[in-house]
């Protein structure tokens, strides 16, 4: 029988959607305001879910405790109060949106979840838009 056990987190990032082949003129019609020369921020949300089977010696179906410092490790130390596009290494050339954010958190996760374990990764960059993965 699965179960899908969630941890809810947070961060607050700066970002700015563009590309760098386009000119300031392009990416103001591609991406708004959402495209400013200083930056823009968000204070994301995030819940990461883990489906499997629960183990019978523990009860769980992953230590939450582990969970919370995987996240704590990989995405809040690494994303909380920086400047996405400068800061962080993944998105020296890739444009942070929030499909390209849930993707590389996703990717960072992944390889701390045992493998007979389901991932799922939700992000809200707004109260009202989100973005889901799970690796498909």
Not at 10 to 22: E, I, P, S, T
Not at 84 to 110: D, G, Q
Request: some cysteine; glycine content about 4%; charged content about 30%.
């Amino acid at each position: 029988m699965k179960v899908q056990v969630n941890r809810k987190a947070h961060f607050n990032a700066a970002h700015r959607l563009y590309r760098k082949d386009w000119d300031d003129a392009k990416n103001l019609a591609i991406f708004g305001k959402c495209s400013n020369p200083n930056y823009h921020g968000h204070n994301y949300e995030m819940i990461v879910s883990v489906t499997g089977d629960i183990d019978e010696r523990t009860g769980f179906v992953m230590d939450m405790k582990i969970l919370k410092d995987i996240i704590k490790e990989e995405v809040e130390d690494a994303f909380d109060h920086k400047n996405l596009n400068i800061e962080v290494p993944e998105f020296k050339n890739l444009n942070p949106t929030a499909e390209n954010i849930v993707i590389v958190i996703y990717n960072k996760i992944r390889p701390k979840i045992p493998s007979r374990l389901e991932l799922e990764v939700t992000l809200y960059e707004t109260p009202r838009n989100f973005v889901k993965y799970s690796g498909n």
